[in-house]
């Protein structure tokens, strides 16, 4: 035990020589220089068989081969050991993990984190680097497109719920995708980029997309025109059966069984009240690889220009699809479990109520407080800190000004600026009278409310939903 003992200490002291390393911002030279006698200590001293062991970072190299083109916006990182590591692109792959790395077969979850794009930041577009995504996912074996069309209803539900404007959820099949590329005479090597070349179809024109494929690519134009024939299309249950029916898709078995599952997701879609929402649209491919099945994507739209015309879209907020296959990659016997779920863009969404607060000279609201407890005249903190301790202790979200007496008219501006909608005002002559005086911050209009009324009040006040758009 006395070997070990010394050697604990050894390591301790060289840990602390690392550090101390760091923070003077050595060379890298002689940080990896020590950092190898560490690694060295470490591997002397050996485990200890009465603890337990934690695996705390992902595995090596796990984001890579998930994202396809889109691999080039991957935040690449090396530790002191020379170990490639990456900060994660989305919440998907992480789960994917996950569920292999526990052996799960059937969960439902929600997760909100931040995720990581080296990308070129669009800030009026909401389009950053560092930035929040709300996934959903529903992972386990069960009868085709019931969760899938779960996903897409709430979907609609958040979109609806914020409303932040109309909106369009596309839908399409990779197998549709694929089968269409091997009808049209795409080699086997090019689906996936020639994928990538397809899903820029909702920023630039189809002249642009077969330039890309053509030039750049090399794909022979007669084959690009015939994919053209096919990804320009869109419409609902009506272009699925059409589709049914063509003479070159009908004969694969990718695209027959994508075309045969999307029919059944746009029965379940209509009985969820949602078909009108719902967009079959043989342009979208979603460029990550890990897609297997459907895949989704809601866009914001504008009011037409014209009458007549088609709403323009505005940008996506929310996406997603089928990844299958994607667990398997991590489990050592490549065992998979279905899985499929959705994105939504937290910050997207974000900029985009701004914009719409901005252009309607709305104020944006910074807090949830109900109400700002103030008093009228000087020396009225202990009757202040009462009645917020009562409004506290009856759920009510309350605050108060950190100044033993503020001036009123700071306090409603406070109100004002904040977009806090009520003030409960204390007087000297409203507390011989036992009220509250609430004012509405938006009207200016003043009430006199008995003490004990004074938290149904204020509930009754706020109880209506936040509107923030």
């Not at 090396?78 to 994917?96: C, H, I, M, N, W």
């Not at 746009?266 to 342009?283: C, M, P, Q, R």
């Not at 979200?397 to 009520?422: F, H, V």
């Not at 409310?449 to 938290?455: A, H, I, N, S």
Request: charged residues 30%.
């Amino acid at each position: 035990m006395a070997d070990r003992a010394t050697l604990e200490d050894l390591v301790r002291l060289q840990g602390e020589r690392v550090r101390a390393l760091k923070q003077q911002k050595a060379s890298a030279e002689q940080i990896e220089e020590e950092v190898a006698k560490l690694l060295k200590l470490k591997a002397q001293l050996g485990p200890d068989e009465g603890k337990q062991k934690f695996v705390l970072k992902t595995p090596k190299e796990t984001l890579t081969g998930k994202y396809g083109e889109d691999s080039k916006l991957i935040y690449d990182l090396k530790d002191q050991g020379g170990e490639l590591l990456s900060l994660r692109y989305d919440l998907t792959v992480p789960f994917a993990r996950y569920l292999a790395m526990n052996k799960l077969t059937n969960i439902k979850r929600y997760h909100i984190a931040k995720v990581y794009r080296r990308d070129n930041p669009a800030m009026t577009r909401g389009r950053y680097r560092e930035f929040y995504q709300c996934d959903f996912d529903i992972a386990g074996q069960f009868d085709p497109m019931i969760p899938d069309a779960e996903c897409l209803k709430i979907m609609c539900e958040i979109l609806s719920s914020l409303q932040i404007g109309d909106f369009l959820v596309k839908v399409n099949d990779r197998r549709i995708l694929d089968g269409t590329f091997a009808v049209c005479g795409v080699p086997d090597s090019k689906f996936r980029t020639i994928c990538s070349s397809v899903d820029k179809l909702d920023k630039v024109s189809w002249e642009e997309v077969k330039s890309e494929m053509v030039g750049e690519k090399g794909l022979a134009p007669e084959v690009a025109d015939r994919i053209g024939d096919y990804v320009q299309q869109h419409g609902g249950v009506s272009l699925v059966e059409q589709l049914l029916q063509d003479p070159k898709l009908s004969q694969n078995k990718q695209a027959l069984e994508g075309l045969g599952d999307l029919k059944l997701l746009f029965e379940y879609l209509t009985l969820f009240g949602i078909a009108d929402k719902i967009s079959f649209d043989l342009s979208l491919a979603r460029g990550l690889d890990y897609y297997t099945g459907v895949i989704y994507e809601a866009v914001l739209l504008q009011p037409p220009a014209q009458a007549g015309e088609e709403p323009l879209g505005v940008g996506s907020v929310a996406a997603g699809g089928r990844y299958d296959g994607l667990v398997g990659m991590f489990d050592p016997k490549g065992r998979k479990v279905p899985c499929v779920g959705l994105s939504i863009g937290v910050e997207r969404i974000f900029s985009i109520v701004e914009q719409r607060m901005e252009a309607l000279k709305e104020k944006v609201r910074t807090t949830e407080t109900q109400v700002l407890v103030a008093s009228a005249q000087k020396k009225l903190l202990e009757e202040r800190l009462k009645l917020i301790s009562e409004l506290w202790d009856a759920g009510i979200k309350a605050e108060l000004l950190y100044k033993k007496n503020p001036k009123l008219l700071n306090q409603l501006q406070y109100c004002e600026e904040a977009g806090i909608p009520l003030v409960a005002i204390i007087g000297e002559q409203e507390l011989k009278d036992g009220v509250i005086k609430l004012r509405s911050v938006a009207s200016r209009e003043e009430v006199d409310v008995r003490r004990e009324d004074l938290v149904e009040e204020i509930k009754r006040r706020t109880s209506q939903p936040l509107c923030i758009c």
